[in-house]
């Protein structure tokens, strides 16, 4: 029987462990993690992270061939094939601080996997890492090794959350890349035979490990460009009366572009897409190319346009003042279907509002009162950057309220900002919420969720993004 241990119980180790159990009944998988309190909820019915269909396929291996430990020495030392998903934040202080990634806790779990083996193993990558960081990693274990024999692979994750469990049973592809040696190669396949039980061969594609690593970068960098495309022509199409979403399904019908991921929105968010850009910017910059570091810090400097440009023309369509308004903002996770709000677009456009002292009234079905607290007090870190650095005062933090129904949160409030596309916004009945609010009331669609034309007969200003703006807009436009 193959073990598998899996370092990091997260959002990548928890879903692909849980699926790889399900798919490969002969194969048995342990997700250890240094955090008590996940392992726990592994374990319980209330698992650490919301995902579809995830609570299914964890029913239906734990305890059989699917194990959650904090025994991390243990687990390792019995395992075959060691996946390393551990998180890899950019750098804070220090050398590459706000570009490079920091492998503290990689460089911690290698080198407890070559203190503790005493067999050959095959240890993948399985986090964002830094291209060339399989060449560190494998320096480490090799130089610590009591010669135990160890073959690093990197293995990329390509999962979206919210649709991790359906991306994980049909993936567009796996990517396996290995050393181009003998030993590599049979490591590489060790690997494909797991994915192959469920995996059409054909998608599953193999390189050398440097073309692996980068890849990940490198599709991040490009779904992350394609967002920022379309959200600069949101902009272009305010300004000239075009509708962004005919723009995008014109676009997206030429065959070579695609329809896919083209949807203009606030911003994007996410655990990987700023910080897998920002990692890649610094590798051009290590590597003597400032020109290809500039192209793709363009798609974050967009993207933070993106969010400023929402706040301002809620406060400039507002008379220019939100100062004790309260504004109902619905949707705080980064998109649907997760409670995940790590780099939400919410967090730059609520600290927005509260920089010009409006009241917040929050909803998201998904996100506790305590993340959300969390999120709007943290400091965020400047690379060249400066989008509202400043963390909360005490005085600002009671300027919000988290509550637990999106008419609530809209009650005597001037205007409702949306920031996620959770399915319940559309169906919301906003007549009711439009008696209970002060007038004017305000829509602010960051996501093109709700019917505008509708909206605007029960009485509703609204402004949808990239769409043509009512004449109350034209007439105050947002200050640069
Ligand atoms: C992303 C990649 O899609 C995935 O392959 C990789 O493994 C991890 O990073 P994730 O961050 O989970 O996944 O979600 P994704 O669906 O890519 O959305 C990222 C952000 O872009 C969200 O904030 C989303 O709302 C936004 N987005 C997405 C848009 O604004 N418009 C779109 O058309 C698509
Ligand atoms: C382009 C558009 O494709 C077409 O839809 C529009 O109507 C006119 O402009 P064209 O300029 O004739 O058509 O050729 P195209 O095939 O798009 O190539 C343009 C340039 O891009 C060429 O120099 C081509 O060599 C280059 N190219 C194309 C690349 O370098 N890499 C590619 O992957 C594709
Ligand atoms: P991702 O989105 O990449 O899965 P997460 O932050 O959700 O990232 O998960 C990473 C997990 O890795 C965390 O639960 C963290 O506790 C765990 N972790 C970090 N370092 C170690 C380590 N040395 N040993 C075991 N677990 C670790």
Known sequence: MVKICCIGAGYVGGPTMAVIALKCPSVEVAVVDISVPRINAWNSDQLPIYEPGLDD????????????STDVEKHVREADIVFVSVNTPTKTRGLGAGKAADLTYWESAARMIADVSVSDKIVVEKSTVPVKTAEAIEKILT???????????????FLAEGTAIEDLFMPDRVLIGGRETPEGFAAVKALKDVYAQWVPEERILTTNLWSAELSKLAANAFLAQ???????MSALCEATGANVSEVSYAVGKDSRIGPKFLNSSVGFGGSCFQKDILNLVYI?????LPEVAEYWKQVIKINDYQKTRFVNRIVSSMFNTVSNKKIA????????DTGDTRETPAIDVCKGLLGDKARLSIYDPQVTEEQIQRDLTMNKFDWDHPLHLQPMSPTTVKQVSVVWDAYEAAKDAHGICILTEWDEFKKLDFEKIFKNMQKPAFVFDGRNVVDAEKLRKIGFIVYSIGKPLDQWLKDMPALA
Do not use: M, W, Y
């Open 226 to 232: 394609r967002i920022s495309s379309v959200n600069a």
């Open 143 to 157: 130089h610590n090794s009591k010669g135990i024999k160890f073959q690093i692979l990197s293995n990329p994750e």
């Open 284 to 288: 051009c910059e290590c590597n003597g």
């Open 329 to 336: 903002v619905l949707g705080f996770a980064f998109k649907k």
């Open 57 to 68: 396929v964890v029913k239906q291996c734990r305890g059989k061939n699917l194990f959650f």
